[in-house]
């Protein structure tokens, strides 16, 4: 179902009741604009890397968002999904909303409406919304100035007393005229007047008259009239009269923010109803999801991984879980399409899911992917066959599959890192794997290096992965681990490169001189492990299987189409970069 | 007339017509987002103000073009105009032209969309551009791959040389697989195989192949096929067949760069021509026409001027022409729609105008306010209108008027600076209007201070006018101007706060620390000046008479709707900002 601003309250119950009832549900989002490969380094530690895309979350807007909720019916054995595609634009509300401004990228754009993505239903009818912080900061704004507006009915009618601008020359007429037209409005019975349209400017000159001139006879409110703002002056009312007045504003107020929290009440729903929420990729969009609803994203990582998990106790990634034991010598890609279709042959197969009756769903055929409802619901469905395997592989019913938590152990809380060479994923609640990278260096060359000059020096120690940091640096993973020492005792010989270990160069990163064995990310205030090491396969190569992803996907395969061997100039390094598809 | 990418070769013909027949063009952007009035403070030097904007122009795109063209057809004495309006948006075309990203702000979306702008028709069919420097990159990058492209041509006939990397344990089954395919090609008679669908990666672990298994023997070449990059393979050619081919891609590409190039072509067209042209508040337009479609503005403001200048060396603000003699005394609001209801009622009449035979074109009445086809036309009107007025004062007839450009020159070349409060304006060609400052003065305070604080502090030497710098900084200026020695001696005394001169300010800000009696930007490499002092009234007031600007209007609302007294907490010093009307 696509919800707007036109239908969002109405259907808030629906999704509500929904979310409650759900075995479990999945999300996705449509952004702005990605960005985030530029900076990721392969050899990013998951603090680095977190940092990164942090910053990426800043920039860019979400501009859909896709819920599908999934309740497994036992009896018949059966799943009914429901579905909503939600457009989210936060237009300026008012001046306790900053004008919003935000990236756009070209590629992101032109995809989406080449997706039929309709821009102008979401500049027109997107959802608002506010994060708590910006609702606390609102509401207390409100409160000030009602408490500030009741302070100044005592003064006002006491005279009262604020800045005088002086009269510019040519506002003088118009100011006269003002005055005239108040005066003969006091001698009426009429309750209100309405001034003349004019400029905001001319409008402050007429609104200090109420103090300077008529103090103790009138009030003035500012009103939008179509598309101007119009002054209107009533006689002054009774302290007790004004009071009350000023509340029911602010009551208004108050009412008017309510409507502006908007899509933030669907994401308090779902923390709130602590059910398990599927993503694919879900990095991205898991820091979207908390940074644009619920809160600012930590600068510390570690506190990132508290909140995260605090808000959403049980999430799976299923871009982790196919690219992890048992499934990647099963599936040989993690896109999500083309995983959706792969589980849709045997040895997988998808449950029976129906749409709830009386209410909206997606099926398969629909295929309108990169519709962030869709998304979320291949999401959903491509989950459901992965943990229809796993139960069947240990001769499960599926009434004794759809609920077995133990299953999903492995899969539990980890979030896929796109672009990390060694399989590196965030361990919400846990801790983060952390691979050996003993074997990987961090060189420092002359500025016309390219790939073979690295190659080639590296060469008496075998294959490298090289991962380009900047014009003159990168890291270097050697493909034969045992070859590390040699290779560093060999090479820091060198006159023209410099040589230091991983190891090394993270704690001159982090600003200690002392060498650690660890990565930076990893380090801080560690927690005690809660879970079993990783059980899953580790890869022997340094290249993942699969880079690309539903939507960085897009971009991924941009920056690969190098590969026929022409180099454009000005991307000389960028292309080189990829070309060891970190 | 709409323009897209659509219509845009076909239309190109009949606009550079246009463009060389008529007595002046008029032009209007629409962009992304404004966002300008944020920083500038209204005693910005023109330089400052410009580094500003120039700023700004480097986030913000160009989404609509309009442009008007009026030709005087003296025999019926009547203005034969041509309008239109063109969409504006450059997807990312491949991997010469980086991939856009740029800055939207909410408020000017939501402005637009209210506006009836059509979103999805922009990202969908937008006319693309690219400015000197970036075709001129382009270019070279083609010239470069090209060359590289037929060395290894020689090379790979040769057996070829390039970074071979190891093939993975998951390609393994593929490339094998890829190989026989291969084999058995090579032993028909087709002419060209399709290889499988495969990722990024893999193809690149085929196309090595290319060198290491079949070296002489095939091409391969990747093409889009729907949505997927597909790899083809083809029997090896001659040497002088694949040049031959390499030559044909070549041209292909010099080609599709023609197309690429897009609208910076019509502004071609209007830099060619030399025709005056007309724009209403036109800084920030010019700003966006030259970087966006002509070359980056420089760093340096003299630099910019001469360049403006050079590019057009006729250009008339209406902005600037109506709030400068005989003008400000008849009318009151430079706002373009208000300006254009104020020129038609008397002493004011509008020429007789119609739309070129043949051709498309508005009328006032079409009331399309903000699509910038319309807002063009209407600025030529109001333009007309001015002139026309200008040399019916002097007893001239109409045909006597409509070319006598010494009626236009007080106002040529001369671009409205808005904000500022001393009327300074940008004189393309000549010198800037440099009134003097000598009655204000730089001060810095402590953190609480507000507006109040620092109109007390003044009080003595009487009213003042306050443009924040930041939360404890701010210029001051006397309206009191024989004030300016007797407050600078008493306030140097205070211990609560610091004041300077501004020229002392300028003078620091500048790195010289020599106190200077002109303002910063227009000291540097000053020319002689070309034009006699300006005749126009210089307000003897603080406030500029109307602040608001067609398009900028709507943020100047936004910002002073504060007029009402309810001070946001959060805007506090933004509000107490507005308030002073810069």
């Not at 209107?232 to 009312?237: A, H, I, Q």
Request: net charge negative; proline share 4%; hydrophobic share 30%.
């Amino acid at each position: 179902m696509e919800v707007t601003i036109s239908n969002f309250t109405k259907v808030l119950p629906e999704v509500e009741k929904a979310i409650q009832n759900c075995t479990f549900l999945s999300i996705d989002c449509e952004l702005t604009g990605l960005n985030v490969t530029r900076n990721i380094n392969s050899y990013d530690a998951p603090g680095q890397y977190y940092d990164k895309v942090r910053n990426n979350c800043k920039e860019f807007l979400v501009i859909q968002y896709g819920l599908s909720t999934f309740r497994y019916d036992s009896e018949n054995d059966k799943f009914k999904q429901q579905s909503y595609n939600f457009y989210i634009f936060r237009r300026p509300m008012n001046r306790n909303i900053p004008d919003q401004r935000f990236l756009c990228q070209a590629s992101s754009i032109h995809f989406l409406i080449n997706q039929c993505f309709d821009f102008n239903k979401l500049f027109k009818e997107g959802i608002p919304y506010l994060n708590d912080e910006e609702v606390k900061k609102y509401r207390s704004n409100l409160e000030d100035n009602f408490k500030k507006r009741s302070d100044l009915i005592e003064s006002q009618q006491n005279g009262g007393h604020e800045d005088i601008i002086p009269i510019p020359e040519n506002a003088q007429d118009f100011i006269k005229d003002v005055i005239e037209k108040i005066e003969t409005f006091l001698e009426t019975e009429e309750t209100e007047l309405q001034l003349p349209k004019c400029n905001s400017f001319f409008r402050r000159l007429v609104y200090q008259l109420r103090t300077e001139k008529f103090a103790g006879k009138v009030s003035m409110e500012t009103r939008q009239i179509d598309k101007d703002r119009v002054l209107f002056v009533t006689k002054l009312r009774t302290k007790e009269e004004e009071q009350e007045h000023e509340k029911k504003i602010f009551e208004g107020q108050l009412e008017e923010l309510e409507g502006f929290i908007g899509f933030n009440k669907v994401l308090k729903m779902i923390v709130k109803s602590g059910k398990l929420v599927i993503g694919h990729n879900l990095c991205l969009d898991l820091l979207h999801t908390i940074e644009k609803f619920l809160c600012s994203l930590p600068c510390e990582y570690e506190e990132f991984k508290e909140l995260a998990h605090g808000l959403f106790p049980r999430v799976i990634d299923t871009k982790y879980m196919s690219s992890t034991n048992p499934f990647p010598d099963l599936i040989s890609s993690s896109v999500l399409n083309q995983l959706l279709e792969r589980l849709s042959e045997k040895p997988f197969s998808i449950p029976n899911i129906e749409i709830e009756e009386g209410h909206s769903g997606y099926k398969i055929l629909d295929n309108k992917e990169h519709e962030a409802g869709y998304d979320a619901y291949i999401t959903g469905v491509a989950f459901l066959a992965m943990w229809k395997y796993l139960g069947s592989e240990q001769k499960l019913k599926d009434n004794e599959i759809f609920g077995n938590m133990d299953l999903l152990e492995p899969y539990m809380n980890r979030i896929y890192l796109m672009i990390l060479t060694d399989n590196q994923y965030i361990h919400l609640g846990g801790e983060d794997s952390n691979p050996s990278r003993d074997h990987v260096f961090h060189i420092t060359f002359p500025k016309d290096w390219r790939l073979n000059n690295i190659t080639q020096l590296f060469s008496p120690f075998g294959n490298v992965h090289v991962s380009w940091i900047d014009e003159t640096s990168a890291y270097v993973g050697l493909n034969k681990r045992d070859q590390a020492a040699i290779a560093l005792n060999t090479l820091s010989q060198s006159d023209t490169i410099a040589i230091t270990t991983y190891a090394k160069r993270q704690a001159f990163l982090s600003g200690t001189k002392t060498p650690l064995s660890s990565p930076l990310g990893t380090r801080k205030r560690r927690k005690s492990s809660e879970g079993p090491p990783s059980s899953k396969k580790r890869r022997t190569d340094s290249f993942p299987s699969i880079i690309s992803k539903r939507s960085i996907d897009r971009i991924e395969e941009e920056r690969m189409e190098a590969e026929d061997g022409s180099t454009p100039g000005i991307y000389k390094k960028t292309f080189e970069v990829d070309t060891t598809w970190d």
